[in-house]
């Protein structure tokens, strides 16, 4: 047997080597480093590989070939089990821009007396000696953003994954380091330990779907190369039981992984326990990391076998928007109700994923499903981020305030703060000028053209629905009366007001010109092959 010398397109990958490299270089910092020199380097380390990686990805778009006419861009790298293409790259930007603003709110020292929202000693148990010692000396853990920078890469191989064995292996790198950052709250210990239990456990649970169901599909096409599974499909050469309930199993890791319904119910409990800066980045970058991969195991993959998975995504979309919507005008904590608002988006966002149609069926200046979730993501993305910075800045005399009665009153006390999370809240409603606003109507008009109109029925009556939600939020910061002194709110460092910042300017300025963007994701072009 001949061996074949495995080629390896360093030049492509760069940008995912990068972010793996300086996230094992984060690991000996943490090792070696004095503990008075770690928070620095970390810091610096992780902006300079991200901000490396982001101009590596620049670089790759520009030089990568391009296929039918500008129509599919990039190449199959890594023996084919990586594709480095126009959705991979975007999706990548995406994620190291996100990953940007999650370090500096990280890094943020400012709204805790010097410290981050990190434990000092997350192996003490909550009220003892040994954390009472950790909190007086100041001890923060360092190790976050080696973490972190695990996640990201998790995050871009996700997405970029051509076979199930290298899409399984981004979904561990993801989905483990997020686990851990989950219970490293600094302040309500219990709550942040038992959302991280429960998230590792349900992870796990459909971690263990998702590889039961490549094996059945590994079963079928006797492959576990995209390419050649939706060949299996398009010449029905196997057994469809097997092609059916693989497709149902791997659509459960996935569907946890966006937060679905009936896949939901970790969300609010994680959104609520894990320190602010870690959901933030998380509620973010895995959205747009797992929406990638699902829209690649579905377009790639099992493209041809559309009319057997549309009809049930036809019915999580729809599950998913008034599901999330409707519980999340019961919560009374603010990170719970954003958690079941992001259950809601991820029903808007399905509703882009099943427009999708031929190239053949396609008029002319219409866009294209991928076109609409992959500015959806973005649009999301930034408000996610910024939202969640701003929940950091509201506080009482014990830290942090998620309670929404604790939010009254908010508007008087800090106008700007208010007005700057009211707008969050706006584009999240998906109210005109707005980035919000652009997002929907790009995945409604896909569904549309797709014939999904009675799911962009149901979409625009959910969307109703969730506008009351926020205006509710709006009402209690500017209209109710506080309740005792009322809240207060901690001025943010430089890193987490730049954060807000360019979370509202991006948030606005895709409201009133998305046509860059849009663009953009036009040039990224198609999956390839």
Known sequence: MDFVKPSIDYFELSPLLIVFAVACLGVVVEAFLPRALRYRAQVVLSLVGLVAALVGVVLVARAVATYDDGAARGILAVGGTVAIDGPSLFIWGLV??????????????HLDGGVSAFAGQAAAVPGTDAETAAIAAQREHTEVYPLMMFAVFGMMLFPASNDLLTMFVGLEVLSL?????????????????????????????SSGFFLYGAALLYGYAG??????I?????????????????????????????????????????????????????????????????LRLFYVALGADRWSWQPMLWVIAVLSMFVGAILAMTQSDIKRLLAYSSVAHTGFILVGVIGLQGSDQLASGEITSLQAVLFYLATYGFATVGAFAVVSLVRDSGGETTALARWAGLGKESPLVA?????FLLALA??????????????????????????????????????????????????????GDGPS????????????????????????????????????GEFIR
């Open 489 to 524: 709110v901690a001025y943010p460092s430089v890193m987490t007001a730049t954060t807000i910042a360019v979370g509202a300017a991006v948030t606005l300025v895709l409201g009133i010109v998305p046509g860059p963007v849009l663009d953009l994701a036009a040039v990224a």
């Open 419 to 423: 007005a700057v999370f009211a707008f």
């Open 177 to 205: 380091p997020l686990y851990l950052l989950s219970g490293l709250a600094r302040r309500r210990r219990l709550l942040s330990q038992e959302a991280a239990l429960k998230y590792f456990l349900l992870g796990a649970f």
């Open 223 to 228: 492959s576990m190369d995209f390419a050649a």
């Open 230 to 294: 939706n060949e299996a499909v398009r010449n029905d050469v196997g057994n469809n039981s097997l092609l059916l309930i693989g497709t149902g199993l791997l659509s459960v890791g996935l569907l946890f992984k966006v937060g679905a319904v009936p896949f939901q119910a970790w969300t609010p409990d994680v959104y609520q326990g894990a320190p602010t800066p870690v959901v933030a980045f998380m509620a973010a970058g895995t959205k747009v990391a797992a929406f990638g991969a699902l």
């Open 96 to 109: 190291l821009a996100l990953a940007i603003a999650g370090v500096l709110l990280f890094a943020e020292r």
């Open 430 to 483: 998906g109210i005109p000028l707005t980035a919000g606003f652009v997002g929907k109507l790009a995945v409604f008009s896909v569904a549309l053209a797709a014939g999904a109109w009675p799911v962009v029925v149901a979409a625009i009556a959910a969307s109703i629905l969730a506008v009351a939600l926020y205006v509710r939020v709006i009402k209690v910061m500017f209209f109710d009366e506080p309740v």
